[in-house]
């Protein structure tokens, strides 16, 4: 049996700034790539909601419009939601498509781990701060098979860009001292390592039911596969020291991958941020990796012109599976 797993930060699909492209612009550019994918369940990140009907509730009529015409539009849907539980988040959610039934899906957002306190040097008050999670990591199991579930985890940690923190920066949008921009950097780095921690629980709390359960991690994981979210979330025996939690591991299939192994091109660097992990028994299955970066341009173009263009600054990441 074949299943192709994709993920794919689709970069603010459904953005709000005054000059950036309409999304009928993006739609050809976005539907090509999509389609090469040919994925039978894809991972989206940075999906932004627009305001639908009256009420509190936002819709992701963008999407809808990138998906129409395509196999997608008629696939099972999961999303994050605001913590009230009605409707998207306005920016940056979290959809994962599937072309089998999802059974059931939830979010995690400081539901396994609580937010972390310190207190801040820069607080005049003296208490303590409590750091939660930008945005919440989304869990789906999917029946491929009467007897036979995916557990797909689609998460997009916090990138490691200093936080924001109040009264700290000049008009100008600069720190205004060295110390606040190494705290919101600690900030935002507490934020992504415990993002990571989270997905790690829910892993193991799948094994815990199962030990040989087939699992993919996938996503934008702001950071390279030997960086500490990423071996967090991997559990690598290396890094236990223990053999006899081998088989709770999770393998990054595009690890080792040769120069052309890249998601986002940063100036002059070539790096992987977008990974798909998955558990020995799903690993083992894999048969392909395909990362469709060939017209990848670099993230640090200026504001202005990345506001114009139709596709990504993210190359999508699709595995294919032989399941016997």
Same mark, same amino acid.
């Given at each position: 049996?074949?299943?192709?797993?994709?993920?794919?930060?689709?970069?603010?699909?459904?953005?709000?700034?005054?000059?950036?492209?309409? %999304?009928?612009?993006?739609?050809?550019?976005?539907?090509? &790539?999509?389609?090469?994918?040919?994925?039978?369940?894809?991972?989206? &990140?940075?999906?932004?909601?627009?305001?639908?009907?009256?009420?509190?509730?936002?819709?992701?009529?963008?999407?809808?419009? /990138?998906?129409?015409?395509?196999?997608?539009?008629?696939?099972?849907?999961?999303?994050?939601?605001?913590?009230?539980?009605?409707?998207?988040?306005?920016?940056?959610?979290?959809?994962?498509?599937?072309?089998?039934?999802?059974?059931?899906?939830?979010?995690?957002?400081?539901?396994?781990?609580?937010?972390?306190?310190?207190?801040?040097?820069?607080?005049?008050?003296?208490?303590?701060?409590?750091?939660?999670?930008? +945005?919440?990591?989304?869990?789906?199991?999917?029946?491929?098979?009467?007897?036979?579930?995916?557990?797909?985890?689609?998460?997009?940690?916090?990138?490691? %860009?200093?936080?924001?923190?109040?009264? &700290?920066?000049?008009?100008?949008?600069?720190?205004?001292?060295?110390?606040?921009?190494?705290?919101?950097?600690?900030?935002?780095?507490?934020?992504?390592?415990? &993002?990571?921690?989270?997905?790690?629980?829910?892993?193991?709390?799948?094994?815990?039911?199962?030990?040989?359960?087939?699992?993919? /991690?996938?996503?934008?994981?702001?950071?390279?596969?030997?960086?500490?979210? /990423?071996?967090?979330?991997?559990?690598?025996?290396?890094?236990?020291?223990?053999?006899?939690?081998?088989? +709770?591991?999770?393998?990054?299939?595009?690890?080792?991958?040769?120069?052309?192994?890249?998601? /986002?091109?940063?100036?002059?660097?070539?790096?992987?941020?977008?990974?798909?992990?998955?558990? +020995?028994?799903?690993?083992?299955?894999?048969?392909?990796?395909?990362?469709?970066?060939?017209?990848?341009?670099?993230?640090?173009?200026?504001?202005?012109?990345?506001?114009?263009?139709?596709?990504?600054?993210?190359?999508?990441?699709?595995?294919?599976?032989?399941?016997?």
């Amino acid at each position: 049996m074949r299943v192709r797993l994709a993920t794919f930060n689709i970069e603010n699909l459904g953005r709000r700034s005054g000059g950036a492209l309409a %999304i009928e612009a993006r739609r050809p550019t976005l539907q090509a &790539q999509l389609a090469r994918l040919d994925a039978d369940i894809l991972c989206l &990140q940075e999906v932004n909601a627009q305001e639908g009907r009256p009420g509190p509730a936002r819709e992701l009529r963008d999407l809808d419009i /990138v998906l129409a015409g395509t196999p997608y539009a008629a696939f099972e849907r999961a999303c994050t939601l605001r913590k009230s539980g009605v409707g998207p988040l306005d920016i940056h959610n979290l959809v994962t498509l599937s072309r089998w039934p999802i059974r059931r899906s939830r979010q995690l957002w400081n539901e396994m781990v609580a937010p972390p306190g310190y207190r801040p040097p820069t607080s005049e008050a003296g208490d303590d701060t409590a750091i939660a999670w930008d +945005r919440p990591i989304l869990l789906c199991e999917i029946v491929i098979e009467p007897e036979r579930t995916v557990h797909v985890i689609n998460l997009h940690l916090r990138a490691p %860009i200093a936080a924001y923190l109040a009264d &700290q920066k000049l008009a100008s949008g600069a720190w205004k001292t060295v110390p606040a921009w190494a705290e919101g950097f600690f900030v935002a780095a507490v934020k992504r390592t415990g &993002q990571a921690f989270e997905a790690r629980l829910a892993v193991d709390e799948i094994f815990d039911t199962d030990a040989g359960a087939l699992i993919a /991690v996938a996503g934008d994981f702001n950071a390279t596969a030997r960086e500490t979210p /990423v071996r967090i979330i991997r559990g690598d025996p290396e890094d236990t020291g223990n053999v006899e939690l081998a088989e +709770r591991a999770l393998v990054p299939l595009a690890d080792g991958a040769d120069e052309s192994g890249f998601t /986002v091109v940063h100036g002059e660097r070539r790096i992987m941020l977008d990974h798909i992990l998955a558990s +020995r028994s799903l690993a083992l299955a894999c048969r392909k990796i395909t990362i469709d970066n060939m017209s990848l341009l670099d993230e640090t173009e200026p504001g202005w012109v990345s506001a114009l263009r139709p596709g990504s600054y993210h190359a999508p990441v699709v595995a294919e599976f032989e399941l016997p």
